[in-house]
C-alpha cells in the first residue's frame, strides 16, 4: 500500500514562508493529478491548491497569489510553497495524489498523513 508522506510544516511568524512537501513511500510510476487542502481545529477540511495532469493550477481565493503548488516530476514530489503566512492559515496540511504505481496500474488517490502549520501573530 503506497503511503505519502508529508514535511516540512512548523511554526512560523506572521509573515514568514514555509515549503510543504508530498512524496510517495516507495517508487511509483506518475503523479497526475494532486492537492493541497488543509483544517483548522473545529472547521472542516477546505481546499488550497490543486493541479492537473495538463499543468493547470487552482487555489483558493484565501491563498491565491501567496501559495503555489508544484511538482518534481524526477521525483514525484509535489510542494507546497507558502509566503506572507497569516495566522488564518494555521492547520494540519494535508496532501491527496492521484497516482499509478506501475505503468499498468490504474490511477488511484491517496491522502497523507497531515503536517501541522503554525502561524504566530
Known amino acids: 500500500q503506497v503511503q505519502l508522506v508529508e514535511s516540512g510544516g512548523g511554526l512560523v511568524q506572521s509573515g514568514g514562508s514555509l515549503r510543504l512537501s508530498c512524496s510517495a513511500s516507495?517508487?511509483?510510476?506518475?503523479?497526475?493529478?494532486a492537492a493541497w487542502y488543509r483544517q483548522a481545529p473545529g472547521n472542516q477540511r477546505e481546499f488550497v491548491a490543486a493541479?492537473?495532469?495538463?499543468?493547470?493550477?487552482n487555489y483558493a481565493d484565501s491563498v491565491r497569489g501567496r501559495f503555489a503548488i508544484s511538482r518534481d516530476s524526477a521525483t514525484n514530489t509535489v510542494y507546497l510553497q507558502m509566503h506572507s503566512l497569516k495566522a488564518e492559515d494555521t492547520g494540519v496540511y494535508y496532501c491527496?495524489?492521484?497516482?499509478?504505481?506501475?505503468?499498468?496500474?490504474?490511477?488511484?488517490?491517496?491522502w497523507g498523513q497531515g503536517t501541522q502549520v503554525t502561524v504566530s501573530s
Open positions: 493541479f492537473t495532469s495538463g499543468g493547470a493550477t
Open positions: 491527496k495524489v492521484d497516482l499509478r504505481r506501475t505503468e499498468q496500474s490504474r490511477e488511484r488517490n491517496y
Open positions: 516507495e517508487s511509483i510510476f506518475s503523479i497526475n493529478n
